[in-house]
């Protein structure tokens, strides 16, 4: 199985409500990774969180790390309908290696106006 | 600053043809890596290069080849395409950070369309 795996769903939410989507791996990481992709084009880093880090805010976002779970959570607050995209979380280190990500399927979520 | 291209954006190709896509980045990175996504599959690594002169195999590097000849270019190959190979390729490409830990970001390409027939 793939490293940073996202427990894929598709999430439909009003705007100005939060939505909040998970991600597990494996074995131990370096850092783990969030991603958005709108529809049609690349991927964009959203936030990175360090092994030894617990919790990391970013504007809107919130990421938490939970070592011991091998989980990850990504909070985004006060959605906008321009959050409607799909959400990737990587992992680097670990199964992989330290000098590749492993991403996850993605969580779709749309933000209804 | 242009970040990543990747060219072509969209190309048809029937069974057994070959092609190369290119991607290159003007960010001075070390690391370069090639993606294919398709749906419900996430982003599967075909080949990657920790530097000019390296490539590596990823998780689905049959029926491809790559080049890194220039430090800024990474060349994606198919000798001879398959309908299976029919899929959205993604171009990455990252700092190397410390000890070949990735400890940055990965900067992404807007993609390149191919559909075999």
């Known amino acids: 199985s793939q490293q940073g795996e996202e427990d894929p769903q598709a999430l439909s939410i009003q705007e100005g409500e939060n939505a909040t989507m998970n991600c597990s791996y494996k074995?131990?990481?370096?850092?783990l990774q969030w991603y958005r992709q709108n529809s049609g084009r690349g991927l964009v880093h959203l936030i990175l969180?360090?092994?030894?880090?617990r919790e990391k805010h970013s504007g809107r976002l919130r990421v938490t790390l939970d070592t011991s779970k091998k989980s990850s959570s990504l909070l985004i607050t006060a959605s906008r309908a321009a959050d409607t995209a799909s959400y990737f979380c990587?992992?680097?280190?670990?199964?992989?290696?330290?000098?590749?990500?492993?991403f996850g399927k993605g969580n779709q979520v749309v933000v209804i106006p | 600053n242009a970040g990543v291209t990747q060219t072509p954006k969209f190309r048809v190709l029937k069974t057994g043809q070959s092609m190369t896509l290119l991607c290159a980045q003007d960010?001075?990175?070390?690391?370069m890596y090639w993606y294919r996504q398709d749906p419900g599959m996430g982003l599967r690594l075909i080949h990657y290069?920790?530097?000019?002169?390296?490539?590596a195999k990823g998780e689905v590097p049959d029926g491809y080849n790559v080049s890194r000849l220039k430090k800024q270019n990474f060349l994606l190959g198919l000798e001879s395409a398959a309908p299976s190979q029919t899929s959205v390729y993604f171009c990455?490409?990252?700092?190397?950070?410390?000890?070949?830990?990735?400890?940055?970001?990965?900067?992404f390409g807007e993609g390149s369309r191919l559909t075999v027939l």
């Open positions: 990455a490409s990252s700092y190397h950070g410390l000890a070949g830990v990735i400890t940055g970001e990965l900067f």
């Open positions: 074995t131990s990481i370096n850092n």
């Open positions: 969180i360090r092994s030894n880090e």
């Open positions: 990587a992992t680097a280190g670990g199964y992989y290696g330290n000098n590749r990500l492993a």
């Open positions: 960010m001075n990175h070390e690391y």
């Open positions: 290069s920790v530097g000019e002169g390296t490539t």
